[in-house]
């Protein structure tokens, strides 16, 4: 650390750790999803705390924060086999948070549904339709009908969980 310090690099490494790390969880997506799950899954875990600096990095504004919104999507997966909903949940509230994740773009509309899907899964409802009813509205006005799909799928899953099948169909 301090001989970073003493060269001035500090900055430059951080960003290289987020790069790295953020370069690994792209690469696991997929792979969490098939034969190789297991073995992922474990690298993952073994790199957990590497994760959770470049996450806290991102949030806490040593590189740009859509980078911590990018580690969520990539990590959902993970988030919720392994049990870290409610780590994953925090990080994506906190990113909300921020200014550079205010204005209605692409950035903010992962974020929404990732804080609307995690909120689903923990059952709070109230949170889940705030997040996701944002999204959807950003994601149509943005014409994005791939990422509108899902969310009216996760919508449409929220209203049959709350008993509202006439609010389902039409989602």
Same mark, same amino acid.
């Given at each position: 650390?301090?001989?970073?310090?003493?060269? +001035?690099? /500090?900055?430059?490494?951080?960003?290289?750790?987020? +790069?790295?790390? !953020?370069?690994?969880?792209?690469?696991?997506?997929?792979?969490?999803?098939?034969?190789?799950? $297991?073995?992922? *899954?474990?690298?993952?875990? /073994?790199?957990?705390?590497?994760?959770?600096?470049?996450? *806290?990095?991102?949030?806490?504004?040593?590189?740009?924060?859509?980078?911590?919104?990018?580690?969520? /999507?990539?990590?959902?997966?993970?988030?919720?086999?392994?049990?870290? *909903?409610?780590?994953?949940?925090?990080?994506?509230?906190?990113?909300?948070?921020?200014?550079?994740?205010?204005?209605?773009?692409? $950035?903010?509309?992962?974020?929404?549904?990732?804080?609307?899907?995690? $909120?689903?899964?923990?059952? +709070?409802?109230?949170?889940?339709?705030?997040?996701?009813?944002?999204?959807?509205?950003?994601?149509?006005?943005?014409?994005?009908?791939?990422? =509108? $799909?899902?969310?009216?799928?996760?919508? *449409? =899953?929220?209203? !049959?969980?709350?008993?509202?099948?006439?609010?389902?169909?039409?989602?």
């Amino acid at each position: 650390s301090e001989r970073l310090r003493e060269r +001035d690099d /500090v900055a430059a490494t951080a960003a290289r750790h987020c +790069d790295y790390y !953020l370069s690994l969880v792209k690469t696991a997506r997929p792979r969490l999803e098939g034969p190789e799950h $297991a073995e992922w *899954s474990r690298r993952l875990e /073994v790199e957990l705390d590497n994760l959770r600096a470049a996450i *806290s990095l991102a949030l806490g504004g040593g590189v740009d924060p859509v980078i911590a919104v990018k580690f969520e /999507v990539a990590l959902w997966t993970f988030r919720i086999l392994r049990g870290y *909903s409610t780590e994953a949940r925090n990080n994506v509230r906190a990113a909300l948070a921020l200014p550079e994740i205010g204005e209605p773009n692409v $950035a903010r509309g992962h974020a929404l549904y990732l804080a609307g899907g995690f $909120a689903l899964l923990q059952g +709070d409802y109230a949170e889940a339709m705030a997040m996701l009813t944002e999204c959807l509205a950003i994601r149509r006005a943005l014409g994005a009908p791939k990422d =509108t $799909a899902p969310t009216l799928s996760t919508l *449409s =899953t929220l209203h !049959l969980r709350q008993g509202n099948i006439a609010r389902a169909r039409a989602c």
